[in-house]
């Protein structure tokens, strides 16, 4: 069984691929954003040397840190997202379409990463009773670390750019 005419299958997987590149940077957004709210409400109650550890500037970069890369990363969740909504549009702009790969990988690579780091993170604020099972950090970890490896790491997305990037004729 055939799925289109020689040559007309790899551009509409291109685009499948892309699409699903998207929808896993939105589900790390939300694992990102979750690490973060469970972090600050974390160190928000957590006393250590008579005061909440929310306190110490240590925690504060870090928890600054987390949510500038969750902004980040739900800004290019965002521009990814209406990419692929213009594209599937009946009415849409075709020609966005090439730069529908672009938008997916951005959004992958920088949701992997961040989804990474804030889980990585969140799991260093809360000490060693954060691998317990009393808190679901580890879980948002371990989802984290699988999630990085699906459709290509952060580092493979950025190979992907550079390629579309540099590779092409224009560049040569």
């Not at 509409?12 to 691929?17: I, M, R, S, V």
């Not at 008579?50 to 990363?73: F, P, S, W």
Request: charged share 20%.
């Amino acid at each position: 069984m055939r799925l289109g005419e020689e040559g007309q299958v790899w551009p509409q997987l291109q685009k499948t691929l892309a699409l699903a590149k998207i929808a896993l940077a939105a589900e790390q957004l939300g694992v990102a954003s979750e690490s973060l709210d469970m972090a600050v409400a974390y160190t928000m109650e957590r006393e250590q040397f008579g005061r909440v550890i929310a306190g110490y500037q240590a925690v504060k970069h870090k928890a600054a840190d987390m949510k500038l890369k969750t902004e980040v990363a739900c800004s290019a969740v965002y521009y990814a997202a209406c990419v692929a909504s213009e594209v599937l549009a009946p009415e849409g702009d075709q020609q966005l379409a090439a730069e529908l790969e672009e938008a997916a990988a951005m959004a992958k690579g920088y949701c992997s990463d961040t989804v990474f780091y804030n889980a990585g993170s969140a799991l260093q604020l809360f000490g060693g009773v954060g691998f317990t099972a009393e808190y679901d950090i580890q879980l948002y970890f371990k989802r984290a670390k699988a999630s990085e490896l699906y459709l290509g790491n952060g580092a493979a997305q950025r190979e992907l750019i550079a390629a579309m990037l540099l590779d092409s004729e224009d560049a040569q």
